[in-house]
């Protein structure tokens, strides 16, 4: 079976400050409030801010090392924010993932279902029917069995050797964006949509088992599953972002 890669933009979040609420147990009673950095970022005069600062109280390390400088560049971070006096945490990216893709492209999402994502790639050629398949690099969705092993082994392999974070923040733990072909870059709902399978699914409840496997891995951190909103009604306006696809009141939410 040939794929066919397409590289779909995505409009991903990057902020910086970084705002939700935590086990009192873990941090202070009126929860976490840290600013999320590169380890690049981590130097000292930017700690001794964050510390003199009113309303933050962490700080949430990004974690995506590829190669073993990049691993013991993070290792140096996490061992200042911890010496600072300032709370750990972890965000480690999942479904968006290149290291994953560029290795295992059959593990990648698709664009099937509906074309509206057309709309915006109008010179991406049109697959063969039953034999080629267009996919949404760099997402990795754990929705696959073999790519949600993968997933596990990189997320220990990302901690190993690192102190132990109060919380490890999973991002990107739901499908791929616009992978019902829609074209809405808001939306992961699912990782295909179409007849053509290039990887074992797994059940709905893979997110769940996705989160206890990374607890299983850092059993002394609590592992906190990132969630965002998908679409809403007026999305499926044919100037939304769905582009006329109607998920709001069709299976997708339900589902």
């Known amino acids: 079976m040939k794929l066919l890669q397409s590289s779909m933009s995505t409009m991903i979040a990057a902020s910086l400050l970084l705002l939700i609420s935590a086990s009192p147990q873990l941090i202070a009673a009126d929860g976490l409030r840290g600013v999320m950095l590169a380890d690049q970022q981590i130097t000292a005069s930017e700690l001794n801010a964050l510390k003199s600062a009113a309303d933050v109280n962490a700080v949430v390390l990004e974690l995506n090392g590829v190669t073993n400088e990049e691993r013991q560049n993070e290792l140096a971070a996490a061992q200042r924010i911890i010496q600072s006096g300032l709370a750990l945490y972890y ?14 492209p059959e593990w990648m999402a698709s664009l099937q279902g509906h074309a509206e994502w057309r709309r915006l790639f109008k010179d991406v050629p049109v697959p063969k029917p039953n034999i080629e398949v267009i996919k949404n690099y ?13 997933h596990v082994i990189r997320v220990k392999r990302l901690l190993e050797g690192k102190p132990t974070a109060i919380g490890i923040l999973v991002n990107d733990i ?76 069709g299976i997708c939410w339900k589902a």
């Open 91 to 104: 965000w480690i990216e999942i479904a968006h993932c290149p290291e994953l893709a560029d290795a295992h």
């Open 138 to 150: 760099p997402w990795v969705p754990i929705m696959y069995q073999a790519a949600f092993d993968a």
């Open 174 to 249: 739901q499908g791929s964006p616009s992978a019902c072909g829609c074209g809405n870059p808001l939306c992961p709902w699912t990782a295909d949509y179409g007849p053509i399978k290039t990887a074992t699914v797994l059940k709905a409840d893979a997110a769940l088992e996705f989160v206890l496997a990374v607890s299983r891995v850092a059993p002394h951190s609590e592992v906190i599953p990132v969630w965002v909103t998908e679409y809403e009604e007026h999305d499926g306006d044919k100037d939304g972002l769905c582009a006329g696809v109607g998920c709001f009141k």
